[in-house]
């Protein structure tokens, strides 16, 4: 990029600069592009980092136990609660692994 840019040319350009800013100045406005330079670097970094970690993979709804309390068993016979258990503790494992 500044290849093409020779001694003459960079002492032009601070010249102007200088005439421009002031050489009171010029230290200020050195500082604040260093400190520009340096946070977009580091925004830069944050970014890669967000980008290449690899993703979260959220865990499966957990299925709640029947509270027995609740449930009204007048209308059910001991098998069906039974088959019902057994179904939800199956559930649970699958959902587990």
Same mark, same amino acid.
């Given at each position: 990029m500044f290849e093409s840019i020779g001694t003459g040319e960079l002492l032009l350009i601070l010249l102007v600069i200088v005439i421009f800013f002031g050489p009171k100045k010029i230290p $200020?406005?050195?500082? &604040? *592009? &260093?400190?520009?330079?340096? #946070?977009? @670097? @580091?925004?830069?970094? $944050?970014v890669e980092t967000e980008l290449t970690k690899p993703a979260a993979t959220p865990e499966p709804p957990r299925l709640k136990a029947p509270n027995p309390? *609740?449930?009204n068993t007048s209308d059910k016979? &001991? $098998? $069906?609660?039974? *088959? #019902?258990? @057994?179904? *939800?503790?199956d559930t649970q494992t699958r959902t587990q692994h």
């Amino acid at each position: 990029m500044f290849e093409s840019i020779g001694t003459g040319e960079l002492l032009l350009i601070l010249l102007v600069i200088v005439i421009f800013f002031g050489p009171k100045k010029i230290p $200020d406005i050195a500082r &604040g *592009l &260093g400190k520009s330079i340096s #946070e977009f @670097k @580091k925004a830069m970094r $944050d970014v890669e980092t967000e980008l290449t970690k690899p993703a979260a993979t959220p865990e499966p709804p957990r299925l709640k136990a029947p509270n027995p309390d *609740l449930q009204n068993t007048s209308d059910k016979s &001991g $098998d $069906d609660s039974h *088959l #019902e258990q @057994k179904i *939800l503790d199956d559930t649970q494992t699958r959902t587990q692994h």
